[in-house]
């Protein structure tokens, strides 16, 4: 059974920096391309950013890209989110997941393209 577990989030403020990181067990992390996805209160859960399994590609949503930096270590089964500049809009669960196929490039906004997910980190921006 895959297990992903999300760490780093947080309460920070506007400008603000962190850092999440998701941890895979059960299954060949390296081979499969990751993605990080949030969800707003109210609102439907959104694709983030994408990273392909050897890292060579990444994707980006309009609103992550110039300010989160998505990265893996397969040596160590972790995914990363670095993100800079925060906003009150980035406030959200922010959730990491696996693609369903493997060896892929970055894999796609598409949540249905992705069959495990993490439990979820909070993130919480204050302006």
């Known amino acids: 059974q895959v297990q992903l577990v999300e760490s780093g989030g947080g309460l920070v403020q506007a400008g603000g920096s962190l850092r999440l990181s998701c941890t895979a067990s059960?299954?060949?992390?390296?081979?499969?391309?990751m993605a990080w996805f949030r969800q707003a209160p109210g609102k439907e859960r959104e694709f983030v950013a994408t990273?392909?399994?050897?890292?060579?590609?990444?994707s980006y949503a309009n609103s992550a890209r110039g300010r989160f930096t998505i990265s893996r270590e397969n040596a160590k089964n972790t995914l990363y989110l670095q993100m800079n500049s925060l906003e009150p809009e980035d406030t959200a669960v922010y959730y990491c997941a696996m693609l369903r196929w493997p060896h892929t490039g970055a894999g796609t906004f598409s949540q249905n393209e992705y069959n495990y997910w993490g439990q979820g980190t909070q993130v919480t921006v204050s302006s």
């Open positions: 059960g299954r060949t992390f390296s081979s499969y391309a």
């Open positions: 990273i392909a399994w050897n890292g060579d590609s990444t």
